[in-house]
């Protein structure tokens, strides 16, 4: 907003034609035998050049559409892929905690711990085991709230293949087909193709 450039100017005009393009997309909840709660979570390291930041991404989906979703730059500089992805998942666990007290207060209490789809197979076995922490003493201990959480079983790290990655929509440029693929699987759809 300082000093604005040409890229910014373009960049603006490209996000104000997709939200043009998509004034008819919503996501449709329908009843489903699905409500369990599961977390998806992704991180680009380094991803922005000028400080060396990553940017993360979560989200959540609960039955057949995305109910909790975001996208926001690490605020340390994270030295590796898995301390990027663990600063990320660490991150995307604290929205699940918050989320699994809204449903208790709705009465829809989750009997199992909550899923969460990682592509990154370090940060899973950092998240899982402690001898690991000698490699790891430079993470900041906050960030090890995953551990806790992940020791008592209230959250299961699994692998996600990339392609599968419902996150990546949220932290890097993607190609039209994969883009519409993952959005796709967040429920969003076509509302007046819907109420047809």
């Given amino acids: 907003m300082e000093l604005p450039t040409k890229i910014h100017l373009i960049t603006a005009k490209r996000v104000l034609r997709y939200l043009q393009g998509t004034l008819n997309l919503g996501i449709l909840y329908t009843k489903s035998n699905d409500s369990e709660l599961k977390g998806w979570t992704d991180s680009d390291y380094a991803g922005d050049i000028d400080d060396r930041k990553s940017t993360y991404g979560y ?6 559409g995305a109910v ?9 500089v994270t030295l590796s892929t898995t301390e990027a992805e663990f600063v990320a998942a660490a991150s ?25 789809f990682c592509d990154n197979t370090s940060s899973i076995k950092l998240s899982k085991n402690l001898v690991m922490y000698g490699r790891c003493k430079h993470i900041d201990v906050r960030y090890h709230f995953l ?10 790290m699994s692998f996600c293949s990339s392609q599968d990655q419902i996150a990546d929509i949220m932290t890097k440029a993607l190609k039209l087909e994969t883009f519409c693929n993952l959005r796709a699987k967040l429920g969003m759809c076509y509302l007046i193709e819907v109420t047809r």
């Fill in 147 to 156: 551990r806790d959480l992940n020791k008592d079983g209230t959250v299961q």
């Fill in 59 to 64: 989200g959540y989906m609960y039955g057949n």
């Fill in 68 to 76: 909790s979703w975001s996208s926001k730059k690490q605020a340390i």
């Fill in 92 to 116: 995307c666990a604290c929205q699940r905690v918050w989320l699994r007290r809204i449903l208790e207060q709705h009465k829809q209490t989750q009997l199992t711990g909550t899923v969460i």
